[in-house]
């Protein structure tokens, strides 16, 4: 059983930052695209960043030069730096990972539970 559990979530005023991380654990041969969505109350969940196996990042042109996305393939981990935090970037940050499971072989997408963001003005 492959899990992807966020963390570091929290409450931050307009222009603050935070550090969210994602763990990976489980029957875990390989781990290809990590990435992290969010959703925002009342709106529909959007793509936020994704960084390939080979270091390879892409952003949502609403974050670019305000967020890092980065991966440790040793701790199975995706990071996401949240810099000069605005309120509309208030909602649930959701880790998202393409897994290749040792069991099977076959890859598929995991979801973790999601971690509140709330940034205040």
């Known amino acids: 059983q492959v899990q992807l559990v966020e963390s570091g979530g929290g409450l931050v005023q307009a222009g603050g930052s935070l550090t969210l991380s994602c763990a990976a654990s489980g029957s875990i041969l390989s781990i290809n695209d990590m990435r992290w969505y969010r959703q925002a109350p009342g709106k529909q969940r959007e793509f936020v960043a994704t960084i390939t196996s080979a270091g390879v990042n892409n952003y949502a042109d609403s974050v670019k030069g305000r967020f890092t996305i980065s991966r440790d393939n040793a701790k199975k981990t995706v990071y996401l730096l949240v810099n000069s935090l605005k309120p509309e970037d208030t909602a649930v940050y959701y880790c998202?990972?393409?897994?290749?499971?040792?069991?099977?072989?076959?890859?598929?997408?995991?979801w973790g539970q999601g971690t509140q963001v709330t940034v205040s003005s």
């Open positions: 998202n990972a393409e897994v290749r499971d040792s069991s099977t072989g076959w890859s598929r997408n995991y």
